[in-house]
């Protein structure tokens, strides 16, 4: 019976790839990856050479790559996914396949791998006990304070991923909403020129006010938590 393994891919460093997602990738006949060109890259890296083909399945084409996959897989044929970094499946195409797959007789393997959620956690200091992630806000401002303000209360951390577009109007809005408590502002997680704002969101906040960051973004904010908020003077 063909198997579909969800395979996870390093978020920046080429050298956190497992050695059990490389020996997948090696083995399996079709590998559905969210760009084609960024996989071959980390296939290059690996001396990995495809065993048939390579086919797109990215959230602009979902139902119809899902198609595609299920039909590789009633052929016979064992498909690994994987995204341009992470995980599929979080915050990336891949969930609408699995709900496919788990109503099929096909099996599902899943590769875990490095993340940017627990490697931004660490980074940040902050409390990890207990910690609730939330993805990509909304675009606009209306709708992404609403999206802030249900977690308001809540004692976890907060944890958010962000475009370097949008940030500094993010970062104003959790202050809004959440007041001031203390943050992290992790940039380029695992390449070589991470980089990480720690400090109140009152200070990160002018720090990326109108300006475009650059790289992918992890925002870390501690819950509501007496010892990790404070007034605004």
């Known amino acids: 019976m063909a198997k579909l393994y969800i395979v996870a891919t390093p978020i ?16 399996v006949d079709v590998i559905a990856c969210e760009d084609t060109r960024t996989t071959r890259v ?28 299920m039909a590789h897989l009633e052929n016979g044929l064992d498909v690994a996914l994987c995204s341009d970094a992470g995980c599929p499946g979080i915050s990336d ?43 990509f806000p909304p675009r606009k401002t209306g709708a992404r304070q ?3 303000e249900s977690d308001r209360d809540q004692p ?3 944890i958010f991923f ?13 202050l809004a909403v959440l007041g001031d408590r203390r943050a992290a ?3 380029e997680l695992t390449k070589k020129f991470e980089r990480f704002h720690r400090g109140w969101l009152s200070d ?22 007496p010892k990790l908020q404070r007034s605004i003077e």
Not at 99 to 117: C, K, N, R, T, Y
Not at 204 to 221: D, M, Q, S
Request: proline letters at 5%; glycine letters at 10%.
């Open 12 to 27: 920046g460093n080429l050298e956190d790839l497992s050695r059990r997602a490389e020996r997948v990738l090696g083995e």
């Open 42 to 69: 980390l296939l290059n890296r690996y001396g990995i050479e495809p065993k048939m083909r390579m086919v797109a399945y990215h959230e602009h084409n979902e139902e119809a790559g899902g198609r595609k996959i």
């Open 93 to 135: 195409p891949g969930y609408r396949i699995v709900l496919d797959l788990l109503e099929s007789d096909h099996q599902m393997e899943v590769i875990p791998g490095p993340g940017a959620v627990e490697t931004a956690l660490v980074y940040s200091g902050l409390p990890t006990s207990s910690y609730t992630f939330r993805g």
């Open 146 to 148: 609403r999206f802030i």
């Open 156 to 158: 976890h951390t907060l």
């Open 162 to 174: 962000e475009s370097p577009y949008r940030i500094g109007a993010f970062l104003a809005d959790l």
């Open 185 to 187: 502002v992790c940039l």
């Open 204 to 225: 990160l906040v002018p720090e990326f006010e109108g300006r475009k960051a650059k790289g992918e973004i992890t925002v870390v904010v501690a819950g509501n938590h």
